[in-house]
């Protein structure tokens, strides 16, 4: 029997079916969906948890790379710089002359120790660059300047290898009127770097040649040698990290393998390129592309480039309370360039200044100032056309406000005349800043006797080496061990200088600045801050007092601690080898006589 259906029955039921279809597919999809969605979430939250382990291995493998620059800085560096000093003590000869076999185990001492401390140094330097840790000092810089510096520093190194250093005859011609924005120190040390290699590899006799080009907007250099080369397929390795150019002498010549890596690093901060290639002749070329102008940085600014953001987000100096040692020091120099120059440095020194356009003014200015607030000394120009020297000398001598203020001469080259009347006190300096600063150092203390210093040190060995460095000096050093031992001295009798540690036992060299601060009479105490680490420019500022300088251990020797202490403070009217005050110092250190 045939049942039959009407059409327009017929026609709903296949809708519904259709329908129904749908559904049952909508639902089977929405099912498989949902289960993909679920995987899908699972496998999320198990990377999310993967992810937090990560992220928890990697800030635990921070804290220990940051627990090992640390102990790198103060635990190797510390020890190494005493190991150093005290062989340059022995290699100097203070304490006696060696045998022959003596000497040269002595030389063996010191390469090897010079090998780990320039190894130490670049794997510091990478790490800092590497975290952003190393931010560059930006400034106007003169590219014949920083060539001169480069070269001097190379010449000993070429001397020994008969290498001589070159300047290509366009590179002169075009290097006088060259400038360019770039860290001045770090562009020194990628030239001494590659002219470091380019002589080690450079066989006796041959030349390592500075071209210069100079198109508007940038400049190139090329380091060229005339040694073995570079193979082809290590044209771009040799700037990885302890990569060499694999050859048998390799080893011999030396080297971390860290320094082109170093040298990469710094070019590409400063926006920079940097590449290696084969000469057509014999040799290789170092080769790097900079630009001249660096677009964050302002030059409207006093004393150079300086970042503009670094400078939005630099920590303030705090500023020292007044107190008689802010009394100020006159220039007096009718060249307005050369005095801006010279009042740029004593003003970064921490010293208050006052300008005088010729000798008239002067003579009003320190005859006018209030008797609180006295003219510490006059820095005379001997070149001025208004009043001849011996003039101005007289008129000062004459007035009893201003009869004995210290006078420091700038000679430039002056000849000496006959005519000029002799007057206590005043000194002749070339325009050179350490000389300069050394010659008012003592002017302004010459009638105190030796200069006196106190070391802020809590490693021993290490104050004993540079206690020795000063045993043939007329400057008196004082040891202190300790924070509380460091204020027990200062308040006992002003230092004219401070060594200062960062690590102590009892605290640390922030808060002993800190306290210092707080004292008018300490408040602009000269310091050499001498520490194990690299200090940010946040850092440096919490800890400049009068004139500051930074010394890095292990980057300095004991020697460049040394003359840099003889510009800072006044070491009397000569030297005196066995100064009974000083052993009678050093014994209250509680160290042994050096």
């Known amino acids: 029997m045939v049942i039959s259906i ?47 382990r990560e992220l928890t291995q990697r800030s635990a493998l921070d804290t220990l790379k940051d627990e090992f620059v640390s102990t790198v800085s103060h635990e190797l560096r510390t020890p190494l710089t005493s190991i150093r000093g005290a062989l340059g003590l022995l290699s100097s000869g203070v304490f006696g002359n060696l045998d022959v076999k003596s000497q040269n185990l002595l030389r063996i001492a010191l390469t090897n120790t010079d090998r780990l401390i320039r190894l130490i140094n670049d794997l510091l330097d990478l790490e800092r660059m590497d975290s952003g840790a190393a931010v560059l000092q930006m400034r106007r810089c003169s590219l014949p300047e920083l060539v001169n510096q480069a070269m001097e520093t190379m010449s000993a190194l070429a001397d020994a290898g008969q290498v001589k250093l070159l300047v290509a005859p366009g590179a002169k011609v075009l290097m006088p009127n060259v400038f360019f924005d770039a860290d001045p120190d770090r562009i020194l040390q990628v030239l001494t770097n590659l002219f470091s290699n380019a002589i080690k590899f450079a066989p006796a006799f041959s030349s390592v040649t500075l071209e210069v080009e100079t ?10 040698d005339q040694g073995r080369g570079i193979p082809e397929d290590q044209l771009e390795s040799i700037f990885e990290r302890f990569k060499q150019v694999d050859h048998p002498d390799a080893r011999a010549i030396g080297g971390t393998g860290l320094g082109l890596a170093i040298c990469r690093s710094i070019i590409q901060q400063h926006g920079g390129s940097i590449w290696a290639q084969r000469n057509v002749v014999k040799g290789a070329s170092i080769c790097i592309r900079l630009p001249r102008h660096q677009r964050t940085y302002d030059a409207s600014l006093v004393g150079g480039y300086t970042p503009a953001a670094k400078e939005a987000s630099a920590v303030p100096v705090t500023p020292r ?36 356009g010729s000798s008239e003014e002067a003579i009003e200015i ?4 209030p008797a609180q607030s006295p003219v510490r000394a006059i820095l005379l120009d001997l070149q001025m056309s208004d009043m001849k020297r011996w003039e101005i000398l007289k008129l000062l001598t004459r007035n009893g406000t201003t ?11 002056v000849e000496t005349d006959d005519a000029t009347p002799s007057r206590p006190g005043p000194s002749a300096s070339p325009l050179s800043e350490d000389y300069l600063f050394a010659e008012l150092s003592n002017a302004l203390l010459s009638d105190r006797g030796p200069g006196r210093v106190l070391l802020v040190e809590d490693d021993l060995d290490l104050a004993n080496v540079v206690l020795g460095g000063f045993a043939k000096t007329n400057v008196l050093v004082e040891h202190a061990a300790t924070l509380y031992r460091a204020k027990v001295l200062c308040r006992e009798r002003r230092p004219d200088l401070l060594i200062l540690d960062l690590t102590l036992p009892d605290g640390d060299g922030f808060s002993l600045v800190e306290w210092l601060r707080s004292l008018p009479e300490l408040a602009s105490l000269p310091l050499i801050v001498y520490s194990g680490r690299e200090l940010e420019e946040g850092d440096q500022s ?29 070491q009397g009217r000569g030297t005196n080898k066995s100064d009974p005050d000083r052993e009678g110092q050093q014994r209250s250190a509680g160290l042994p006589i050096t």
């Open 366 to 369: 320190a005859k006018n100032r």
């Open 215 to 224: 198109p508007p907007d940038e400049l190139v250099f090329r380091v060229v």
């Open 321 to 356: 309370p007044e107190s008689t040692l802010d009394t100020p020091i006159l220039i007096c120099d009718d060249n307005k360039a050369k005095r801006t120059k010279i009042v740029t440095q004593l003003r970064a020194r921490g010293h208050c200044v006052l300008e005088a």
């Open 542 to 570: 919490k800890l400049r007092l009068g004139p500051t300088k930074f010394l890095t251990k292990a980057r300095v020797q004991s020697r460049d601690l040394e003359q840099l202490v003889l510009t800072m403070v006044p």
């Open 403 to 413: 009869a004995n203020i210290p006078v420091v001469c700038l000679s430039m080259g």
């Open 6 to 52: 009407p059409a327009p029955t017929a026609v709903v039921l296949l809708i519904l079916l259709l329908i129904i279809g749908i559904l049952v597919g909508v639902i089977v999809q929405t099912r498989r969906k949902s289960s993909e969605l679920r995987v899908q979430l699972d496998a999320a939250r198990q990377r999310q948890q993967e992810d937090e």
